[in-house]
């Protein structure tokens, strides 16, 4: 058989895979895989980017992340073999499964490099939209890992482009997560007001889909947030429940599993620990369903303080230890320092002070590698608080000081109030 002959046979499988089961909802699986195989054999390199951008596509819908990155970087591969002008369109696609990918694992420093390809992609095609969709992507991946103050700009931007292009559904989606910075920074009645503008945005549709009501139940989770943070926990349970209630209608497992782990923190707030552990579990069970390892790790993180309250200590350092490990397997430093700093916390209460110390110092070196201020400031704190409680004034200042000037930069008025009162009490003005 000629080479002629091979590519022939190759493109005509592919074509009659498509043909035969290509509308057939009861096609054997696989068979895209197989089209794709063929595809390639028979040098149809976009044919192919296209059914492997399918795989990719449905493969995140089944939450089947694992899968969607192998073939996203398929993807990739395969753009090298078509001409550069007709690259840019598929590359933004595969960037955007790659980021979808990565964002689910805790990948975010990965994930930042995807996006900012997007964006070279949506530049060189000068794709508006393609570009306000790169730069959301862009300023979620920064918040995630603690560039705040780079998060904002870039979210601001964003914000920007969709609304000079009236892409109101991205304005709103650029105004929900600019509000998750401003929350981060202590900002949080400009926090509600982006919050409430989206929410503005989404409930004015005349035809609402149930991608919308989705988008409506993460604005209404974001409200609930702030309020949380604030301490209004019944305006908190009352935006969480109605959020709840339109991803249960959506079907969301993953949605469903997020509010519960929140309603979880709330009734921890309003005294009901038997309630909130009930809540935490159900997330816990949802997440594993759904293999979201990041999100269990969360789950781990929300059951471990419920433990502490209940003053069930060696529960939670279990709960934190197990946080920890899904962590650090996904390469999630953000979340390694929070689940760091519970584990200094519950050795703490445990009276094992030297165990707390490693932590919070292990916390710490990893925030400051990774500029996460939230996570310094933090780690600091504790460090302080336990060498205050150690009769180490001159330690507890130091650490509290330095914590202080975060605090005061980041514009955390409250926290930087608490942080005087301590300093005060062990140094008096004059």
Same mark, same amino acid.
């Given at each position: 058989?000629?080479?002629?002959?091979?590519t022939? @046979?190759?493109?005509?499988?592919? $074509?009659?895979?498509?043909?035969?089961?290509?509308?057939?909802?009861?096609?054997?699986?696989?068979?895209?895989?197989?089209?794709?195989?063929?595809w390639?054999?028979?040098?149809?390199?976009?044919a192919?980017i296209e059914?492997?951008?399918?795989i990719?596509?449905?493969?995140?819908?089944?939450?089947? @992340?694992?899968?969607?990155?192998?073939?996203?970087?398929?993807?990739?591969?395969?753009?090298?073999r078509?001409?550069?002008e007709?690259?840019?369109?598929?590359?933004?696609?595969?960037?955007?499964?790659?980021?979808?990918v990565?964002?689910?694992?805790?990948?975010?420093?990965?994930?930042?490099?995807?996006?900012?390809?997007?964006?070279?992609?949506?530049?060189?095609t000068?794709?508006?939209?393609?570009?306000?969709?790169?730069?959301?992507g862009?300023?979620?991946?920064?918040?995630?890992?603690?560039?705040?103050?780079q998060?904002?700009?870039v979210?601001?931007?964003?914000?920007?482009l969709?609304?000079?292009?009236?892409?109101?559904?991205?304005?709103a989606?650029?105004?929900?997560?600019l509000?998750?910075?401003?929350?981060l920074q202590?900002?949080?009645?400009e926090?509600?007001?982006?919050?409430?503008?989206?929410?503005?945005?989404?409930?004015?549709?005349?035809?609402?889909?149930?991608?919308?009501?989705?988008k409506?139940?993460r604005?209404?989770?974001?409200?609930?947030?702030?309020?949380?943070?604030?301490?209004?926990?019944?305006?908190?349970?009352?935006?969480?429940?109605?959020?709840?209630?339109?991803?249960?209608?959506?079907?969301?497992?993953?949605?469903q599993a997020?509010l519960?782990?929140?309603?979880?923190?709330?009734?921890l707030?309003?005294?009901?620990?038997?309630?909130?552990?009930?809540?935490?579990?159900?997330?816990?069970h949802?997440?594993?369903r759904?293999?979201?390892?990041?999100g269990?790790?969360?789950?781990?993180?929300v059951i471990?303080?419920?433990?502490?309250?209940l003053?069930r200590?060696?529960?939670?350092?279990?709960?934190?230890?197990?946080?920890?490990?899904?962590?650090?397997?996904?390469q999630?430093?953000?979340?390694?320092?929070?689940?760091?700093i519970?584990?200094g916390?519950a050795a703490r209460?445990?009276?094992?002070?030297?165990?707390?110390?490693?932590?919070?110092?292990?916390?710490?070196?990893?925030a400051?590698?990774?500029?996460?201020?939230?996570?310094?400031?933090?780690?600091?704190?504790?460090?302080?608080d336990?060498?205050?409680?150690?009769a180490?004034q001159?330690?507890?200042?130091?650490?509290?000081?330095?914590?202080l000037?975060?605090? $005061?930069?980041?514009?955390?008025?409250? $926290?930087?109030?608490k942080l005087?009162?301590?300093?005060?009490?062990?140094?008096?003005?004059g």
């Amino acid at each position: 058989m000629t080479n002629d002959d091979t590519t022939t @046979f190759h493109r005509r499988v592919a $074509e009659e895979l498509g043909a035969r089961y290509g509308g057939d909802e009861c096609a054997p699986e696989g068979w895209r895989e197989i089209q794709t195989w063929h595809w390639e054999r028979a040098g149809a390199y976009t044919a192919a980017i296209e059914t492997a951008l399918a795989i990719t596509e449905m493969r995140v819908a089944r939450l089947d @992340f694992g899968g969607a990155r192998q073939w996203t970087e398929r993807v990739l591969t395969l753009l090298e073999r078509i001409d550069v002008e007709s690259r840019p369109p598929y590359e933004l696609r595969a960037c955007a499964l790659a980021l979808a990918v990565l964002e689910f694992g805790g990948q975010y420093r990965e994930g930042l490099e995807y996006a900012r390809r997007m964006l070279r992609a949506a530049q060189r095609t000068r794709n508006a939209e393609a570009e306000a969709r790169a730069l959301l992507g862009i300023g979620r991946m920064q918040r995630e890992l603690g560039q705040l103050v780079q998060a904002e700009t870039v979210l601001h931007n964003a914000r920007d482009l969709a609304a000079r292009g009236e892409l109101s559904d991205l304005e709103a989606e650029a105004r929900l997560h600019l509000a998750k910075v401003h929350q981060l920074q202590g900002r949080h009645l400009e926090a509600l007001q982006e919050l409430q503008m989206a929410r503005e945005e989404h409930e004015r549709e005349e035809h609402e889909t149930i991608d919308e009501k989705l988008k409506l139940a993460r604005v209404l989770t974001g409200i609930g947030d702030v309020y949380r943070v604030l301490g209004a926990n019944q305006e908190a349970f009352t935006f969480y429940t109605r959020a709840l209630s339109l991803e249960q209608g959506r079907g969301s497992l993953i949605g469903q599993a997020i509010l519960k782990d929140k309603l979880a923190l709330v009734l921890l707030n309003q005294n009901k620990p038997a309630d909130a552990l009930v809540s935490a579990e159900e997330s816990l069970h949802l997440r594993r369903r759904i293999n979201d390892i990041v999100g269990q790790a969360r789950s781990y993180t929300v059951i471990g303080t419920v433990m502490s309250c209940l003053g069930r200590h060696e529960q939670a350092m279990e709960s934190y230890r197990r946080a920890y490990e899904l962590q650090e397997w996904t390469q999630n430093p953000r979340g390694q320092c929070i689940a760091l700093i519970h584990l200094g916390d519950a050795a703490r209460a445990l009276r094992q002070p030297q165990a707390a110390v490693l932590h919070y110092e292990q916390a710490l070196a990893l925030a400051r590698r990774d500029r996460d201020q939230i996570g310094i400031v933090r780690a600091l704190e504790r460090l302080g608080d336990l060498h205050y409680a150690q009769a180490q004034q001159s330690q507890a200042l130091a650490r509290w000081n330095e914590a202080l000037q975060i605090r $005061e930069a980041l514009r955390h008025v409250d $926290e930087a109030d608490k942080l005087r009162y301590r300093i005060r009490a062990i140094q008096p003005a004059g």
